[in-house]
């Protein structure tokens, strides 16, 4: 069978055709490799909803496992490592998929070429579609996402990262939520980022989680994350960034003063946990 490689994007919006490329296969049917990139999936918090994200972050883990126990003979094909499914990586069910599936992610379509499937192959490939290819370009203000993933670094010894919350932790949650930053000393503590810059709609999404909690942790400490939208670019977003400034119940924190969120876990002896 011929060696082929293909691109895993996300798309951002259906309708125009709008991807981020994420990752590469390399593969010959039988053996495959497969990488994507941390950078490029970290841009996705500020483009698409969480529950896109996750279902990305899932298919992406699924295409590793489908790698680590492929079976070429079985019949049944699906890249989604699900219970009870034969798994398999080929090129017309790449192709397949390269046509049918562009909803969230998408595989491009497969080239074949004269080569064997090895890691040196596979890294000179990666550099050059993936890591070498043009970012979605950001504003001059401070990409909240980069700055995001750099602070979860410094404070994972105080806080939980990404937190999913259900029923389970607290009985009077309506839905499951998600919170950047969750620990405990007397009280609960939880910090949210929030990107306003992006569709009005995603952010009432990630309010309605930190609305959630905020209600439930009533004597807690809570940290709003964000920084100013452009105005006139983002008229509805700049609104709600005026009148969240004027909530009373948690601390607006702007992202060039995100250090009081760490200095006050650690005066506070903040630990993470529930």
């Known amino acids: 069978m011929n ?12 309708a125009s055709g709008e991807k981020i490329s994420l990752g590469l296969l390399l593969s010959d049917g039988n053996t495959s490799l497969f990488d994507y990139s941390d950078s490029r ?15 990305i972050r899932h298919y992406l ?23 009870g499914k034969n798994m398999i990586i080929n090129e017309p069910y790449i192709s397949y998929m390269s046509v049918y599936n562009q909803n969230v992610v998408s595989f491009s379509k497969p080239v074949t070429i004269d080569v064997a499937v090895e890691e040196k192959i596979f890294t000179t490939l990666f550099s ?26 410094k404070v994972k010894t105080h806080y939980l990262i990404e937190k999913e919350l259900t029923s389970k932790d607290f009985p009077d949650l309506l839905l499951p939520v998600s919170i950047d930053l969750f620990g405990k000393n007397e009280n609960y503590v939880i910090a949210q980022f929030f990107e306003l810059e992006k569709n009005i709609n995603y952010i009432k999404n990630d309010y309605f989680d930190f609305f959630q909690l905020d209600k439930i942790l009533k004597s807690g400490k809570k940290f709003f994350i964000t920084q100013e939208p452009e105005k006139t670019k983002y008229q509805q977003q ?13 601390t607006y924190i702007d992202i060039s003063e995100i250090d ?15």
């Open 3 to 14: 060696t082929f490689y293909s691109i895993l994007s996300a798309v951002i919006n259906p």
């Open 41 to 55: 999936f970290s841009l996705l918090n500020s483009l698409i909803d969480k529950e896109s994200k996750k279902f």
């Open 61 to 83: 883990k699924s295409i590793e496992n489908v790698i680590a126990k492929i079976d070429v003979n079985q019949e049944q094909m699906t890249i989604l490592d699900e219970v």
């Open 128 to 153: 050059k579609f993936i890591d070498e290819e043009t970012l979605v370009k950001s504003n001059t203000k401070t990409n909240i996402q980069i700055l995001k993933n750099d602070f979860f670094s």
């Open 238 to 250: 700049h609104y709600f960034w005026e009148q969240i400034r004027k909530q009373i119940g948690y």
């Open 260 to 274: 009081i969120v760490s200095e006050y876990a650690v005066e506070h002896c903040v630990k993470p946990i529930i």
